[in-house]
């Protein structure tokens, strides 16, 4: 036991900064959205923007790409607005080949990609729901995607979740097979998904709208079928701020730390949250502050998800804040807990609220 906690405690840690739901093609705002640079690596889990912007949608890219030593883009409903799948898969491509952005984007569309000189995989899709049979008629008529997105049915929707569940379940099953065969001098892989739909249905989405029959839309319950063994979870799409847990804690460790901060908190919070240790997770808060004046509504959320008892994590939410914006976040400090960081504001020049983990 002392032997394993030793290799966990000098494994590196791989940084992470991720956003999710820009929604950039609202009032074309991709060249004003502000990013700070707050971890090596930029995860971008979907609904970015529309594909169809290709040029101000490549211009942000190479914003980043510029200044992140990696981004790592998933597709979300949003990106393939105004046009077909096929199209909007294709242009995706073609922006991994600019050379704008000297090779330093990775779509992830059913994909690996394990991050050079660490133990960290990542596996990236869409995962587009399941929508059953008896909610058919009222999510083709409630969900944009069937006007928006060119050629879209329920039948296609169904299949690519289908598609998506089947490569993740293939992957992740591959690298069990492979962390089990290693030796004391192998390093295990750290398993990090990053999808734009919610692998969960309940407590994803707002009480308000939980028993609506369009909810299948957003998310699917799959945690339970043989996806095990994930560390982190990354996903957006629900734009609601929530935590629980799911699955099991950390052995030997019960207690758990939740704490919902607003704007008038700040303060306090940062007296209280600058460095938290809590068993084998470090939760840390940064809290600063921005100006974000009016005219243009910015909906920012991300999901994280922890599932399983294996590794290390550090956790920094930085929250830039808002004196006319309703701002919370919510820190769980167990294994099995989902953090999830919205704002609701203002934003003209848009400086992000994100998150930053630290994977090893």
Same mark, same amino acid.
């Given at each position: 036991m002392l032997h394993k906690l030793r290799s966990y405690l000098n494994r590196s840690s791989v940084s992470f900064q991720i956003l999710s739901d820009l929604h950039l093609e609202i009032n074309l705002q991709y060249s004003v959205y502000e990013i700070p640079v707050c971890a090596e690596h930029l995860i971008l889990a979907g609904d970015i923007g529309r594909l169809t912007d290709y040029d101000d949608y490549r211009h942000f890219l190479q914003k980043q790409t510029d200044r992140f030593k990696l981004v790592i883009l998933v597709l979300g409903n949003h990106e393939f607005y105004n046009g077909t799948i096929a199209a909007g898969l294709e242009k995706a491509r073609q922006l991994e080949r600019e050379p704008s952005l000297n090779g330093r984007l990775i779509v992830l569309h059913q994909k690996r990609y394990d991050v050079p000189g660490s133990c960290v995989t990542i596996l990236g899709c869409t995962l587009w729901s399941k929508v059953p049979h008896e909610s058919r008629d009222v999510v083709q008529s409630k969900v944009k995607d069937f006007q928006k997105i060119e050629g879209w049915s329920i039948d296609d929707h169904n299949a690519s979740h289908d598609s998506d569940l089947a490569w993740l379940r293939k992957e992740i099953h591959s690298i069990h097979q492979g962390n089990g065969k290693a030796d004391k001098r192998s390093k295990r892989r750290s398993i990090l998904v990053v999808t734009h739909h919610a692998p969960l249905l309940q407590r994803t989405s707002s009480p308000q709208h939980a028993q609506n029959p369009w909810s299948v839309a957003f998310g699917t319950d799959i945690l339970s079928q043989a996806l095990a063994g994930v560390k982190v979870w990354v996903f957006g799409h629900t734009h609601y701020t929530t935590d629980f847990k799911e699955g099991?804690? +950390?052995?030997? +460790? !019960?207690?758990?730390?939740?704490?919902? *901060?607003?704007?008038?908190? *700040?303060?306090?919070?940062?007296?209280?949250?600058? +460095?938290?240790? =809590?068993?084998?997770?470090?939760?840390? %808060?940064?809290?600063?502050? !921005?100006?974000?004046?009016?005219?243009?509504?910015? =909906?920012?959320?991300?999901?994280?998800? &922890? *599932?399983?008892?294996?590794? +290390?994590?550090?956790?920094?939410?930085?929250?830039? %804040?808002? =004196?006319?914006? $309703?701002?919370?976040? !919510?820190? %769980? &400090? /167990? /294994? !099995? /807990?989902? @953090?999830?960081?919205?704002? $609701?504001?203002?934003?003209?020049?848009?400086?992000?609220? &994100?998150?930053? @983990?630290?994977?090893?």
């Open positions: 099991q804690p +950390f052995p030997g +460790f !019960s207690a758990s730390a939740i704490v919902a *901060l607003g704007y008038h908190e *700040l303060q306090e919070a940062e007296k209280s949250l600058q +460095f938290l240790p =809590i068993g084998s997770i470090q939760l840390v %808060a940064v809290w600063e502050s !921005s100006c974000h004046p009016p005219n243009c509504k910015a =909906i920012e959320c991300l999901n994280v998800l &922890s *599932l399983t008892p294996q590794g +290390f994590i550090s956790i920094c939410i930085r929250l830039l %804040a808002c =004196i006319d914006a $309703y701002q919370c976040a !919510s820190l %769980a &400090s /167990s /294994s !099995s /807990s989902r @953090i999830h960081q919205r704002q $609701y504001g203002h934003v003209k020049h848009s400086v992000a609220s &994100s998150l930053v @983990i630290g994977v090893t």
